[in-house]
């Protein structure tokens, strides 16, 4: 515990056998509750996880069987349909079993899916089991031990002392990063991070990549943590989740770790498409959940305009560069539409984003 407050890490992992004992054995003491989610590993790391297991012995502190009652009166019909849902969404996760025989006492958890999900929908399970079980703090270390437990405390302390939804490690401000960080990797963050900027909202923040993260009980109420993306987009996905929500963010500087015997399972020209494509489809669910369905602003009449007359620009576009391929000569009135066009979609985009990036200074902290 910090400060009274429990804390778990849920630890996502796939073919960690190597790596998973030096990050159970290097965990802090006042982490509660190691939440490891094995993703159907091929190799014998469910076999290590659970020697640790049998070696550990009971937590000191006892968490509550989920689901706790809730005292029937009227006043608390919305509390009970949202623990009714609680239990019910449980279907909507990738198909898991929990290894512990008391996993109430146990401080470290052993979830296994039953098939094979992927980063992010391991990273959902545990935290599926940390808000069932009101965990004030979670946070997220990768199984393969590039993240310095170290460094945990300082992750955790602005959920806990300062009512911070979501923390994020970032690397790239730190003096090694570009000394230690893979050239592909800083090219693909650097792409990765600008379009999440625009799609989630959190314009400040800078690397979006990073897994090193903690998020508050409150927030994980919030989302929906059950349709977080399944793969390496998930850090992208979840900060646009959040900001829907309007979940407050803090970035602090962490270290860039590498050769301590990871073997990197991502292929960043292969996931760039892919979460480009995710972050497209949640810049505009965001702009219409938060801006138009939710509270009404400005900036999403602003977004759709310029969106409307830059598609208004493609017919006269398409004239101009015929004209060109065809050695003929351009009227002036695909040259003026085209230009003016234009110049009021760049108007109207510079002008919605300026709103949102104001909109959205309130949810730093």
């Known amino acids: 515990m910090i400060d009274d407050k429990k804390v778990a890490v849920v630890v996502p992992a796939y073919n960690e056998e190597t790596q998973i004992g030096m990050v159970i054995e290097s965990m802090p003491n006042y982490v509660d509750r190691i939440v490891i989610v094995n993703d159907k590993s091929k190799d014998k790391t469910e076999e290590v996880i659970l020697n640790y297991i049998n070696k550990d012995g009971e937590s000191p502190l006892c968490l509550s069987p989920f689901p706790t009652k809730i005292e029937d009166n009227i006043y608390n019909y919305a509390e009970q349909v949202v623990r009714e849902r609680e239990i019910k969404e449980i279907e909507k996760y990738v198909p898991s079993k929990i290894l512990n025989t008391d996993p109430n006492n146990s401080r470290i958890i052993l979830i296994s899916h039953t098939e094979n999900g992927g980063v992010g929908a391991a990273i959902a399970r545990g935290y599926k089991w940390c808000k069932d079980h009101e965990i004030d703090c979670t946070a997220v270390m990768a199984g393969d031990g590039q993240m310095d437990p170290a460094e945990l405390k300082g992750i955790c302390l602005p959920v806990i002392k300062n009512d911070v939804d979501y923390v994020k ?44 993260t903690a998020i508050s ?27 829907i929500n309007h979940c407050t963010i803090k970035e602090l500087e962490i270290k860039p770790i590498y050769k301590v015997g990871e073997q990197s399972k991502m292929k960043i020209f292969k996931v760039i498409p892919l979460i480009s494509i995710l972050l497209i489809k949640g810049f505009f669910k965001r702009l219409w959940i938060k801006y138009f369905i939710r509270d009404f ?34 009227n002036n009135e695909p040259l ?4 003016f066009l234009s110049i009021s979609s760049l108007q109207a985009f510079i002008f919605a984003m300026w709103m949102d990036i104001q909109d959205n200074e309130r949810l730093y902290k």
């Open 169 to 212: 490690g970032n690397r790239l401000i730190h003096p090694s990063a570009k000394y230690v960080i893979p050239k592909t990797r800083l090219f693909g963050n650097s792409v990765l991070s600008m379009l999440t900027k625009m799609a989630s909202g959190y314009w400040r923040i800078s690397d979006t990549q990073t897994g090193y």
């Open 217 to 243: 009980l409150s927030a994980l109420r919030k989302i929906k943590i059950h349709d977080i993306y399944k793969s390496y987009g998930m850090p992208n996905d979840t900060l646009v989740k959040l900001n």
């Open 297 to 330: 602003h400005p900036l999403f009449l602003f977004y759709n305009i310029s969106f409307i007359l830059g598609l208004a620009t493609l017919p006269y576009l398409y004239k101009i560069i015929k004209a060109i391929i065809t050695a003929t000569v351009v």
């Open 336 to 339: 003026f539409a085209f230009m």
